[in-house]
Nanobody
């Protein structure tokens, strides 16, 4: 069994910062891409940022220059440093990882339970 557990959400004022973290655990052989998605009420889930196992990153245009994704392969963790937050960043943020389980030849998608980020004065 594999789990992704997120932490770090909360309430922050416009212009403030938050750091989200996600740790993968369980019967993991290897992890491919990891990333963060978000979903605001009434909207579809959208990509925020992804990072490959080699460190290549991809960002949504709306967050470039403000949010930074990073990972520590040895710890199976991925983080999202969020700076200069705006009310438009308010959403539930979900951690994602493509994981190959022990004894399996396939990569499967796994998701965390979500952590709420609210940007408001």
């Amino acid at each position: 069994q594999v789990q992704l557990v997120e932490s770090g959400g909360g309430l922050v004022q416009p212009g403030g910062s938050l750091r989200l973290s996600c740790a993968a655990s369980g019967s993991i052989f290897s992890i491919g891409a990891m990333g963060w998605y978000r979903q605001a009420p009434g909207n579809q889930r959208e990509l925020v940022a992804t990072i490959s196992s080699g460190g290549s990153t991809n960002y949504a245009d709306s967050v470039k220059g403000r949010l930074t994704i990073s990972r520590v392969n040895a710890k199976n963790t991925v983080s999202l440093q969020m700076n200069n937050l705006t009310p438009e960043d308010t959403a539930a943020y979900y951690c994602y990882a493509a994981i190959r389980r022990l004894g399996s030849l396939m990569l499967n998608d796994y998701w965390g339970q979500g952590t709420q980020v609210t940007v408001s004065s």
